[in-house]
């Protein structure tokens, strides 16, 4: 069977798949000419990250296919309803990258805490005496409230690294059921700790210091931060977003960056991929990097081995 690992997979993925008996095509199609490929060369399961989208269309053109994999958490760049009743089956890897995205949501609260993201862009340039003036009013993390919307596997990954600084986690979730934190603090010491979810974020949200959002694109469109709940937020929040573009309302962002409602802000996803808002990457306020939460050479790995072994479990050697 040919597998169209059309955004890629990792080296000991393609290699387990190999192995298997599946032969595992990494040349990169274009969106346009994805169908006519996969028929061309008799495809039969695609695999995706975020670049590619495997939506209704392509699915009815290619009648062969019969599996469609996402290497990551979201599938809103897949029909997957529309898939599964054509007979697909359709698979991704929730838990492959929830440390990596995890990670870089950390290293953002400590960026926008400090202005890293503008004083790197400034200092080859800039007047130093000036920039350490600037610069001047960071602040520390520990002590700070988190509030995590949304308290799946990334969310609660995230919980385990922020409550290692410090932090006061508060978790909004639709289900409250109570979840046990594991924290690695390296040399071998591990400590677990129960957190709550509440389902209402309007009753916490003027008390969180900082907001980090780990929500699937809402399936009606609608921003689940926008003029409401920048209007609860207590002056000065930091908030970070390496979920989906579309989860905060972009312009409502930018007025309550510019009120002084939101101190600062950092965003790995935008509403117009791959193509963001010029206002957005030349605001000093706003740190971004481009969507690249999963992108790690570890999460890589996990994110190749398990969609392999899901392949090789469904349809074994062929």
Sequence with gaps: MKILANDGISSVGKQQLENAGFT??????DQADLAKEVNEQGIEMILVRSATTVR?????????????????????????????????????TP??????????????????SRSLNDSYKNMEHGDFSALK?????????????????GFGRIGQSLASYALGCGMNVIAVDRT??????????GNKLTITTEITPINNLSEVIGSLDYISIHVPKQADGSAVIGKTEFEAMKKGVRIVNAARGGVINEDDLLVAIADGTVASCALDVFENEPNPRKELLSNEKIACTPHVGAATLEAQDRIGEELASLIIEAFGKK
């Design 176 to 185: 409250n059921q109570p979840v046990n934190i594991k924290l690695d603090l």
């Design 56 to 92: 209704k269309e392509v699915i009815d053109a290619c009648p062969q296919l019969k599996l469609i994999g996402r290497g990551g958490v979201g599938m809103d760049n897949i029909d997957v309803e529309y898939a599964r009743s054509k007979g697909i089956q359709v698979i991704n």
């Design 95 to 112: 838990a492959s990258s929830s440390q990596s995205v995890a990670e870089l949501v950390m290293g953002h609260l400590f960026a926008i």
């Design 24 to 29: 595992v095509i990494t040349d990169k199609v």
């Design 133 to 149: 003036k600037k610069y001047a009013k960071g602040v520390e993390l520990r002590g700070k409230t988190l509030g995590i919307i």
